[in-house]
C-alpha cells in the first residue's frame, strides 16, 4: 500500500476489524492532532484504523526503498539470461524476521 492509496481508501472504506498485537505510541502533539483531524475528516474511520493504515503504508514505502547490495553469488538468471546476484542488503534479514515473527504472532493469536 502507498501513502498516495489512503485517502481514497479511507473515502469509500469497507471497514475490517483489527487484530494482531496491539503497540502503545506516543506522538508529538503536531502529529496527535493530524490524526485526530484525519479522523474527523473521515468518521468512518477510527484513529486506529488511520494510525494502523499509515503505519502500513510507511513500512511497505521502506521495505521498497531497503538497499539492494549485490554479493558475489549467482541465484539466478533473469529472462535475457544475466546472473542475477544474492542480495548482502537489509532486506533478506528484514524478510526472514518478519517472517518468522509473523508465525509466532499468528499462533499467540490463534491459542
Known amino acids: 500500500m502507498k501513502i498516495a492509496d489512503l485517502i481514497p481508501r479511507w473515502g469509500n472504506q469497507t471497514h475490517v476489524s483489527l487484530t494482531g498485537k496491539p503497540y502503545n505510541v506516543q506522538l508529538s502533539l503536531r502529529d496527535a ?45 533473469d529472462d535475457q539470461g544475466d546472473p542475477i546476484y544474492e542480495d548482502l542488503g537489509p532486506t533478506p534479514r528484514f524478510y526472514t524476521l518478519s517472517h518468522e515473527f509473523l508465525r509466532k504472532l499468528s499462533r499467540a493469536v490463534s491459542k
Request: hydrophobic share 45%.
Open 33 to 77: 492532532a493530524r490524526i485526530e483531524a484525519l479522523q474527523v475528516m473521515y468518521p468512518e474511520c477510527s484513529e486506529e484504523e488511520i494510525v494502523s493504515d499509515l503505519l502500513r503504508a510507511a513500512l511497505d514505502e521502506l521495505e521498497v526503498a531497503m538497499p539492494y547490495v549485490p554479493g558475489k553469488r549467482v541465484i539466478a538468471e
